[in-house]
Structure formats: C-alpha cells, structure tokens
Nanobody
Framework: QVQLVESGGGLVQTGGSLRLSCAASGFTFSRMSLGWFRQAPGKEREFVAASSWDNDNTYYEDSVKGRFTISRDNAKNTVYLQMNTLKPEDTAVYYC?????????????????WGQGTQVTVSS
C-alpha cells in the first residue's frame, strides 16, 4: 500500500523558513519522481517543485526559484522541501506526490500517488 505522509507545515512570519518532509512507503522510492504541489483557498492545485528519479534533475515553479529547494534521501525514503524567504502568497496546503515518470513531471495529472497535505501559513 502506497503512503505519502507530509509533515513540517505551520505558521511563520514573512521572510521566515520552513522545511517540509514527506515520508514514503509502499513503492521503490529511488525509481519514482517526487513532486510538491500546493493549493490555496479557491485556487487550483499548482506545481511547486519536482525531483526526477533517473537523472536527479530538479524543477521549480518560477515564483519559488531561488527560495525553495527540493531534495530527496533515497536511504530514508523521504523527500524534502526547504522553503526560505516565505511570502504571504506562499500560504497554501502543500502536497507531496509521486510518479513513475521521469519526464513531464510538472503536470499534476501525471502523478498517481498523493499525500494528505500539510498547511503552510505565512503571516504578513
């Protein structure tokens, strides 16, 4: 049974940092691309960052480039999202997701497995 469990969300002031974690089980972690998506109230779920399994490439949504970093620890079956210089517009529920694809991994529909989400709130 595939499980993705996010943690690390919370309330932080503008300019602060948070580190999200996503612990995975039920599949071969090293052979899966991992992504982070977010959904703000009244908006669609959007791509934030992804890590490809076959070449270690990482991809970012433009608004988080230079502020967020995705990383993975294959030994711990865990993917992380380090978020620095947070802004109020980063407020959302953040979801971890997994896909067997190694390309086209910015697309939400290409992910088969999802976590339950963790709330990130950035106060102004």
């Amino acid at each position: 049974q595939v499980q993705l469990v996010e943690s690390g969300g919370g309330l932080v002031q503008t300019g602060g940092s948070l580190r999200l974690s996503c612990a995975a089980s039920g599949f071969t972690f090293s052979r899966m691309s991992l992504g982070w998506f977010r959904q703000a109230p009244g908006k669609e779920r959007e791509f934030v960052a992804a890590s490809s399994w076959d070449n270690d490439n990482t991809y970012y949504e433009d608004s988080v480039k230079g502020r967020f970093t995705i990383s993975r620890d294959n030994a711990k079956n865990t993917v992380y999202l380090q978020m620095n210089t947070l802004k109020p517009e980063d407020t959302a529920v953040y979801y971890c997701a997994a896909t067997a694809l190694s390309r086209v991994i910015r697309t939400r529909q290409n992910y088969a497995y999802w976590g339950q989400g963790t709330q990130v709130t950035v106060s102004s």
